[in-house]
């Protein structure tokens, strides 16, 4: 079963260019169907009938898992016995009678400004991690980045001149990069990160990563994620999570009166509908000048 996973991961990654994330949630989903249906001794995917994969619906849901969770399982079943349909004649697809749970769209959490300057004061700036690391979160929070687009940035992709930096993916599937304003506070903090920190990180002259761990090389998601748990630890903000910083930024966007198309524009969302979910529904928060000393 192990195999045809692999077979099938590696289709949509090579073929139709679903990314990296994708194609890990796909993964790690799918290891988890398989292990369920040897459970109950299902040991081919063309055996398996909707019956059974209704049969693990079920045991999500008695295991409290959120809507959102399972409907990215079962995309990924559908999409993957959809595929497995086209290879084998005859093989009917179980999931053709299946339907998403509801998700609401409420709009996410997200910082006020003192929020965010607690969790900037964490942060010990005679370090050069410290230098790395305020440059980051600065540069997610003001400009509402995804954290894999953080991570990927090179040297290159900074414009000091232009107050820009340019970001978003590499594929057409996955639509055009984008170039978002820099604000002076940002600017400040990446060129003392690129002048004193990240030399001191750096142990390969040609290294073009912008943000690098501790042995010098490209900071991942999960490295990102650590260092942001950490902050927000010490900051006591214990519901704080790698995509709380780019909600904030577009709920504050919102809030203080831009257009819901500009939001998208800025946040590289392929459909206006997914941007309305910030819409603000209650008075304006405080401005983000704290921040910006």
């Known amino acids: 079963m192990e195999d045809l996973i692999a077979t099938f991961i590696e289709q949509i990654g090579k073929q139709q260019g679903a990314s990296a994330n994708t194609c890990g949630a796909y993964t790690t989903d799918l290891r988890q169907l398989g292990i369920f249906l040897q459970s109950v ?23 409290r898992y959120a809507p959102t ?6 995309a990924a079943m559908k999409s993957f016995f959809h595929w497995l349909a086209e290879q084998n004649d005859g093989f009917v697809d179980p999931t053709t009678s299946l339907n998403a749970p509801r998700v609401d769209r409420d709009i996410p959490q997200a910082l006020n400004s003192d929020e965010v300057t607690q969790l900037m004061n964490r942060i010990n700036e005679s370090a050069p991690i410290g230098l790395r690391d305020r440059a980051m979160l600065r540069l997610l929070y003001t400009t509402g980045m995804r954290v894999t687009e953080i991570v990927s940035l090179n040297l290159g ?11 978003g993916a590499q594929s057409a599937r996955h639509g055009r990069r984008r170039s978002l304003p820099l604000d002076d506070a940002t600017i400040r903090s990446l060129r003392t990160y690129l002048q004193v920190g990240r030399p001191t990180l750096v142990q390969q002259a040609d290294e073009a990563s912008l943000f690098v761990n501790h042995h010098g090389t490209r900071l991942t998601r ?26 904030s930024f577009a709920v504050n966007l919102l809030q203080h009166g831009a257009e819901l198309r500009t939001v998208q524009e800025l946040l590289g969302h392929a459909s206006i509908s997914t941007t309305q979910m910030y819409r603000p529904n209650r008075a304006p928060s405080r401005s983000r000048t704290a921040v910006n000393a």
Request: proline content about 2%; charged content about 25%.
């Open 41 to 63: 001794d299902i040991a081919r995917w063309t055996d398996v009938g909707s019956e059974h994969l209704v049969a693990f619906l079920i045991r999500l849901r008695e295991q």
């Open 222 to 247: 999960q490295g990102f994620w650590l260092i942001l748990k950490g902050y927000a630890r010490l900051a006591g903000l214990t519901k704080l999570t790698p995509h709380t910083l780019r909600h």
């Open 157 to 167: 992709d900074i414009d000091f001149e232009r107050k820009s930096v340019l970001c």
């Open 69 to 74: 969770s399972v409907a990215r399982k079962l």
